[in-house]
C-alpha cells in the first residue's frame, strides 16, 4: 500500500524554476506535436501512457530514496554536463529533421545529464528504470514498424485461419485478409500486436520493478512470456471480431465492438500474465524460493519536512546556464530546420508520358494495380503521400499487358516518404516471394539501382520491377531513404522522390527472369520518351 503521508514539495528556488522553465521551452512543442502526430494514431497510442506512468514512476523513486535518506548529493558536474549536451544535440537534430527516435530520445539524456551533474552517477543509477522506461514512450521509425509488422500481420491472420478453421466456420485466408463467409476483414498494424506488445512490455517491467521479487529466473521467464502472450491476446482479438462480423454483420465488427474488441484484447492479456505469474510463484514456492516481503517496493514511507526543498535548491550559475543551453538549442534546431527546395516543373506526369512508348500502346481499360500507398487499415494514403500519380497499362505487339505506376512527392520528409513496393503489396493480399536488388540500365548512359520483385496473390502472380529517386540518388530500403532526407536535411533543404514501378502479370515463377528483362527494356524506353519540362524520373 502506499503511504498517504508524502509531503507536498514547496515552491522551487529560482535555479531550479529556471531549469524547468527550460525543460518545459524545449519539449512542450514536442510533446503538442506528438499529441497532435505520432500519439495520436493506434500504432503509438500507448505513448502518453508510458510517459506519465514513468513520471510518476520517477517521483515515486525519488520520494523512496529522500525516504530512507540514500538521495546524496555527490554532483559530477563535468559527466553530467556531457550527458547534457548529448542530449541537448540529439534534440537538436531529432526537432529539426523530424526524426522523433532523437528528439523523443533526447528527453531521456537530458534528465539523465541533470541528475548526474547535481547528484552524481550512484543516484542516477538507483532511479535508472525510470529512465528505461521512457524508451517505451519513443515512437519507432516507420521503416523498423514495417519490418517487424508484417511478419506478425501474416502470422496473427494464419492462427485465426486455423482456429476458426477447426472450429468448423467457413474462413479462408489470403495475405493478410481474411474472407469469413460472406465478408473480408484486413488485419491491420493496429491488430497486429506491436503497439501492445509495446504496452504489455513496459506495464510488464514496471511491475516486475515495482514488485522486486529476488528470483531472477521467475523475472526472465515472465517478461520474454509477454511476447507469446501479446501474440495470443491479439489472436484472441481477432477471433472475437471475425465471429462478431460472420454473425452480425459487417457494420457491427467495424463499429463499437470493434473498438470493444481493445478491451478484450488487454483483458485477455492480463489474464495470461495474472496466470503466468501464478504458475511462476507457485513453482518457485516450491523450490523454497518464495518472496520476500521487505523486498516489495510498493510501500512509500513519509518524507521529512524540508526533503524536497533541499532537492531543488542548486547554485544559480549553473542553473543558468543550463536554460542558455537549452535556449540555444532551440534556436539552433530552428535554423536547422530544412525549407522546400523549388521544383518547377512545366509539365504534369500525366501530360509527359505519351501514349505510345516505343513499340507499347496505351490500352484505354488499365488493368487493376496494387495501390501505392496504404494506411494501416490497407486503404489508400495516395492523395497524402503524393503530389502526382499515374496509373496506366500498355501492349505490345505480342499481347503482353506492362502495367505502369508513377507516383510523385514534392516533398520527402521523415514521416511522409515513398513508399516501398514490397511493404504496400503484402498489406493488399499479396505475398513477397522474390526481391532482389537489380542494377537497372534505364537512365541517361548510367544504371540506376532498383529492384526485381515478385509477388502472389487475389490471384494472379506478379513480376515488379522498380526503383526509387529522392534527389540526386536512389534509396532503395526505407533505411536508405531515411539517411538521404536526413542528409538533406542538414544541408537545409527538403528535396522531391519519384517512385517508378512496372508489372507484369506472369504464369509462373520461372517467366520472372523474361519478364524482368522486359519491364527494363519498356522501362528504359520509358526514360526516352517522357517530354521534358516534367519531375524526372531519374537523376539529372
Known amino acids: 500500500m502506499l503511504n498517504s503521508s508524502v509531503s507536498v514539495p514547496r515552491v522551487a528556488p529560482l535555479p531550479a524554476l529556471l531549469v524547468i522553465a527550460g525543460l518545459l521551452a524545449v519539449y512542450i512543442p514536442s510533446f503538442i506535436d506528438l499529441f497532435h502526430g505520432a500519439w495520436s494514431s493506434d500504432r503509438n497510442a500507448h505513448g502518453p501512457i508510458v510517459m506519465v506512468v514513468a513520471m510518476v514512476f520517477l517521483y515515486f523513486r525519488l520520494s523512496q530514496l529522500m525516504a530512507q535518506d540514500l538521495l546524496q548529493r555527490a554532483p559530477q558536474p563535468l559527466a553530467g554536463s556531457l550527458v547534457l549536451v548529448v542530449g541537448l544535440l540529439s534534440y537538436v537534430l531529432g526537432r529539426s529533421q523530424n526524426v522523433l527516435v532523437l528528439e523523443v530520445g533526447s528527453l531521456i539524456w537530458v534528465l539523465s545529464g541533470l541528475v548526474i551533474a547535481g547528484f552524481g552517477v550512484r543516484t542516477w543509477r538507483r532511479l535508472w528504470f525510470a529512465f528505461f522506461f521512457m524508451l517505451f514512450m519513443i515512437p519507432m521509425p516507420a521503416s523498423v514498424v514495417d519490418v517487424l509488422t508484417l511478419p506478425m500481420k501474416i502470422a496473427v491472420s494464419a492462427a485465426t485461419e486455423h482456429l476458426l478453421y477447426w472450429a468448423g466456420y467457413p474462413i479462408a485466408r489470403s495475405g493478410v485478409i481474411l474472407t469469413i463467409g460472406q465478408y473480408q476483414l484486413l488485419v491491420a498494424d493496429a491488430c497486429a500486436g506491436l503497439n501492445s506488445l509495446f504496452t504489455l512490455e513496459a506495464l510488464g517491467l514496471l511491475y516486475m520493478n515495482l514488485v522486486r521479487h529476488p528470483s531472477l529466473v521467475r523475472n526472465v521467464v515472465l517478461a520474454s512470456l509477454i511476447v507469446p502472450i501479446s501474440f495470443t491476446a491479439n489472436t484472441i482479438r481477432i477471433v472475437f471480431l471475425s465471429l462478431i462480423t460472420y454473425h452480425l454483420g459487417d457494420a457491427a465488427g467495424q463499429g463499437f465492438l470493434h473498438s470493444f474488441s481493445g478491451l478484450v484484447l488487454f483483458l485477455s492479456a492480463l489474464l495470461l500474465i495474472i496466470g503466468v505469474d501464478s504458475a511462476l510463484s507457485w513453482l518457485v514456492a516450491r523450490r523454497g524460493a518464495g518472496r520476500d516481503p521487505e523486498q516489495s517496493a510498493l510501500s512509500l514511507p513519509s518524507v521529512p519536512a524540508g526533503t524536497w526543498q533541499r532537492l531543488l535548491n542548486v547554485p544559480l550559475a549553473p542553473a543558468a546556464a543550463v536554460l542558455a543551453g537549452m535556449l540555444v538549442s532551440i534556436a539552433a534546431a530552428h535554423a536547422l530546420t530544412p525549407h522546400l527546395t523549388s521544383v518547377t516543373t512545366a509539365l504534369q506526369l500525366t501530360q509527359a508520358v505519351p501514349a505510345q512508348i516505343g513499340e507499347w500502346k496505351l490500352v484505354p481499360d488499365s488493368v487493376a494495380q496494387a495501390t501505392l500507398a496504404t494506411n494501416d487499415e490497407g486503404g489508400a494514403l495516395t492523395d497524402q503521400i503524393y503530389d502526382e500519380v499515374v496509373t496506366r497499362t500498355y501492349i505490345n505487339p505480342q499481347g503482353t499487358q506492362m502495367m505502369l505506376a508513377l507516383a510523385y512527392a514534392r516533398e520527402q520528409r521523415q514521416d511522409v516518404k515513398l513508399h516501398l513496393p514490397e511493404i504496400c503489396y503484402p498489406a493488399q493480399g499479396y505475398k513477397v516471394v522474390a526481391l532482389a ?50 542528409r538533406d536535411g542538414l544541408r537545409g533543404v527538403v528535396t522531391d522522390g519519384m517512385l517508378v514501378r512496372a508489372s507484369v502479370i506472369v504464369s509462373d515463377k520461372a517467366a520472372a527472369p523474361a519478364a524482368y528483362q522486359q519491364q527494363e527494356s519498356f522501362l528504359s524506353a520509358l526514360v526516352a520518351a517522357v517530354k521534358p519540362g516534367a519531375p524526372p524520373l531519374v537523376a539529372q
Open 437 to 486: 536488388p537489380a542494377m537497372l540500365a534505364v537512365g541517361h548512359g548510367a544504371a540506376v539501382p532498383g529492384k526485381h520483385m515478385l509477388a502472389e496473390g487475389n490471384g494472379r502472380t506478379e513480376a515488379v520491377t522498380y526503383w526509387t529517386r529522392v534527389g540526386d540518388a536512389y534509396p532503395n530500403s526505407g533505411m536508405r531513404q531515411r539517411m538521404k532526407i536526413f
